[in-house]
């Protein structure tokens, strides 16, 4: 992928552009046609990002020197206002109009002052120019693997699925592909999550707390946002007590997590910025699903706690200025308060630590307890006559040359038409003909739970303490496993590499005090009633979430023999919140139709946008 910058307007940014996949030529902005032509096939751009648009002498002779390959032109506008972006869509910008030799032509008319957006205005509006160039070159990649995918069965039989992997990502498709008339066989190595065993026989999603949240944030992209933000391209680099998240107890385990954290840091800052809109309007999408469900179907909610309104707190004022215009742009905030406000509107914050929060922002979002969420979706799969297997491993993905015709298991052979994978951070060695063999590895989080009985919280928080170990914590209400009012806190990130189980007991022991010192910053006299950290630990755990180093979720499809094979995962902060997004991300895998999901998280994306550069990533 290559695109080509003629706009005298914008200039090379000094850090952020890699390689020869942007190029500079500021001078063809006034040059005659002959030398745009020439140049033009010489570099052979997909996208020439420019203040003009090219004659048709100039479009032909780049069309024919291009072949089949896509070509558009992004036009940046003269306007010096910052552009009105709508909220972050999941959807391609649309076309301006159609040049001659059927070459789109997109417009961008001036600095971009969407979520994220950089601060300086020419960086803003090249940015957006080049998002919206590599979606387009993406969109045509896309299109053009789709027409190898198999038709689904017209023999008027329902078609079958096998849906391996039991979280939370995959009980919400394989729910959404049951109502939609599969035969759905669901399998996971781990027990039935309506068992109840202890929490370390589960995976990430019922072996956590019983708490997670929807916000328009909550699946994000960790790559530094600005030049200045240099520290955040180091947190594998660093351990807890250095504010990273390398918590490895054994750094030389595996071979290939030093190229993981490598792609980590590739990309440049203009793709990270499109990696951050793509995965906030795939939240936004999610959101939408999440409100007609819970309009459609509200008895499925009913007994799972849902508190809806979000409060975001803040320890650094800078931090809250800076959330304040992400969300703001996103369209989350619903209201703001200053700290005496916090205490007085929420009393049981009101004796927090004088220095626990410098503002307050309300946001839309909600929370509820998962566990019930799990147990409920496996009563529906197995009322609606799903085949549930429990405590079954997959072993083996097996393939007619590329076709995949079953999946080998302990106990036999499974064939069905389809095949829905979602295996969390346990994938490794069941992925391994996929491409997709250590792209998935673990950031682990801690959880506590304490009582919320005398002045109890009413609406979940978010909180966020700059330069801290546990940086971002959720505080959800809800009930403990007991059914008593309490409020479960999630925080922390710490780093595995591909070994889920690669675990330093010391380190994760600071990041549980660190999660341990959110407790007693806001809530100082529930911690010394319950014993303060001793008491902490009874109720201590941790789960390992699946991350990806472009930290994109991985969305792949393949060919079965009759039908389509299927991989999800590697949502990092938001596998829950974008589960409804991802089943129907899913659906329409299964019925042959794209979804722009199969092109943002394509797990060769960032392959494909800045051609040899990552060597780890599936070509
Ligand atoms: C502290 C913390 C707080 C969080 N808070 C939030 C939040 O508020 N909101 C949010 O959206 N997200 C949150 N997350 C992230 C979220 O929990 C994860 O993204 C999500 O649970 C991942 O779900 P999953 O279904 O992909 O994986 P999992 O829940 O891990 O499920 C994968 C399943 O696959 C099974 N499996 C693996 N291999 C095989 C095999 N070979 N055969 C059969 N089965 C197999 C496993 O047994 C497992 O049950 C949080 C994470 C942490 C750590």
């Known amino acids: 992928m ?11 940014p000094e850090q952020s552009m890699p390689g020869d996949r942007v190029l500079f030529q500021p001078e063809l902005d006034t040059a005659d046609d002959t030398t745009v032509a020439a140049s033009l096939c010489e570099v052979r751009p997909h996208v020439i990002i420019s203040a003009t648009t090219p004659s048709s002498a100039v479009l032909r002779a780049w069309r024919d020197a291009m072949g089949a390959e896509p070509i558009a032109v992004v036009r940046i506008g003269p306007s010096r206002q910052p552009e009105k972006r709508g909220l972050p869509s999941m959807e391609a910008e649309p076309q301006h109009a159609r040049l001659p030799f059927d070459v789109p032509l997109f417009s961008v008319s001036g600095p971009s002052s969407g979520a994220g957006a950089p601060a300086d205005p020419e960086e803003a509006v090249l940015f957006r120019a080049l998002a919206i160039a590599e979606r387009f070159v993406q969109e045509h990649r896309a299109k053009r693997d789709r027409a190898t995918a198999v038709a689904p ?20 498709t394989a729910h959404t592909l049951l109502t939609n008339g599969y035969r759905v066989t669901l399998m996971d190595a781990g027990p039935d999550p309506r068992e109840n065993r202890p929490w370390n026989h589960y995976g990430c999603s019922r072996g956590g707390g019983n708490a997670r949240m929807f916000t328009l944030t909550e699946m994000d992209d960790y790559h530094p946002r600005h030049t200045d933000d240099a520290d955040s391209n180091l947190v594998f680099d660093r351990s807890p007590e250095q504010l990273g998240w390398d918590i490895r107890r054994d750094p030389a385990a595996v071979a290939g997590d030093q190229a993981w954290v490598q792609d980590f840091k590739s990309p440049p ?108 979706l496996v009563d529906l799969l197995e009322a609606g006559g799903a085949e549930l297997r429990f405590g079954q491993r997959a072993e083996r993905i097996l393939r007619d040359s590329a076709d995949v015709t079953g999946v080998l298991t302990e106990s036999g052979v499974f064939h069905r038409d389809h095949y829905v994978f979602s295996p969390g951070v346990d994938g490794g060695t069941l992925l391994g003909d996929t491409g997709l063999a250590g792209q998935v590895h673990g950031v682990l989080g801690c959880w506590t739970t304490i009582p919320n009985t005398t002045q109890p919280l009413q609406n979940s928080l978010k909180v966020a303490r700059r330069g801290h170990i546990a940086a971002d914590a959720n505080v959800t209400v809800g009930e403990d ?54 008491g902490l630990r009874r109720t201590e755990k941790y789960c390992v979430r699946p991350w990806t180093a472009s930290n994109l979720g991985i969305f792949q499809t393949a060919r079965a023999v009759s039908g389509a094979f299927v991989v999800t995962g590697g949502h990092n902060t938001g596998g ?33 946008a800045l051609g040899a550069v990552p060597d780890s990533l599936p070509a």
């Open 481 to 534: 496993e007991s059914g008593r009012p309490a409020l479960m806190i999630g925080s922390g990130y710490g780093w595995t590499g591909a070994d889920p189980r690669n675990i330093d007991e010391r380190k994760l022991e600071s990041i549980h005090a660190a999660v341990a010192d959110t407790v007693e910053l806001l809530f100082p006299d529930i911690y010394q009633s319950i014993g303060g950290r001793e």
């Open 153 to 172: 069965r017209s023999d008027g039989e329902r078609e079958s699925v096998l849906v391996v992997g039991a979280g939370v990502v995959n009980l919400v």
């Open 2 to 12: 290559r695109f080509l910058v003629t706009c005298q307007a914008v200039r090379p």
């Open 576 to 608: 829950f919140a974008q589960s409804p997004v991802i089943a129907e991300a899913v659906l329409h895998a299964l019925r042959g139709r794209h979804h722009p999901m199969h092109t943002l998280y394509h797990p060769s994306r960032m392959r494909r």
């Open 269 to 376: 800052r203009w793709l990270t910025h499109a990696y951050n809109h793509d995965i906030f309007g795939l939240n936004r999408r999610s959101g939408d699903l999440w409100k007609e469900w819970m309009k459609e179907q509200p008895h499925i909610f009913d007994g799972l706690h849902v508190r809806h309104d979000i409060l975001r707190l803040y320890q650094d004022e800078a931090d809250l200025a800076a959330s304040r215009h992400r969300q703001d742009a996103i369209g989350a905030t619903l209201a703001l308060f200053g700290p005496d406000a916090v205490r007085e509107r929420f009393p049981a914050l009101a004796r927090a630590r004088h220095d626990a929060f410098a503002g307050a922002i309300m946001v839309r979002g909600f929370t509820l307890d998962v566990h019930r969420f799990m147990t409920e």
